[in-house]
């Protein structure tokens, strides 16, 4: 069924931060019939916006979401995660992924604050 009044027209697309276009962009790859207008606005809003902005933004969304699973971890496992990141951050930058280096810097941090925030 064609929604009439789509919340993804435009003038609301242009709007949204990198990482509001990125996490709408997910989920509406995640849904089994997503709407494939909006997906079509939102990527030609993508492909218009300077890709490190929009890096920045996906970034952003991405260490949010681990975010609200490191609050509910463990302290240990956050500890394995510190030590994971730490790992792969180590490896020279020539056998690593700019992107994911840049990823799991800002989840590192992230979770250091997340135990800071613990021992406090």
């Known amino acids: 069924m064609m929604n009439l009044f789509s919340k993804f027209n435009e003038a609301n697309v242009k709007k949204m931060t990198n990482k509001k276009l990125y996490e709408r962009l997910a989920r509406l790859n995640n849904e089994k019939s997503p709407d494939l207008k909006a997906l079509t606005l939102i990527q ?8 490190a902005e929009y890096e920045v933004g996906k970034i952003e969304a991405e260490v949010e979401k681990s975010h609200r699973h490191a609050v509910r971890e463990t302290t240990d496992i956050l500890y394995l995660e510190i030590k994971y990141n730490e790992d792969y951050l180590a490896k020279p930058e020539s056998e690593t992924d700019p992107y994911e280096r840049k990823l799991r810097s800002a989840k590192l941090e ?10 406090i």
């Open 44 to 51: 030609t809003e993508i492909a218009q916006r300077d890709p």
């Open 110 to 119: 992230m979770i250091q604050k997340e135990l800071g925030r613990r021992t």
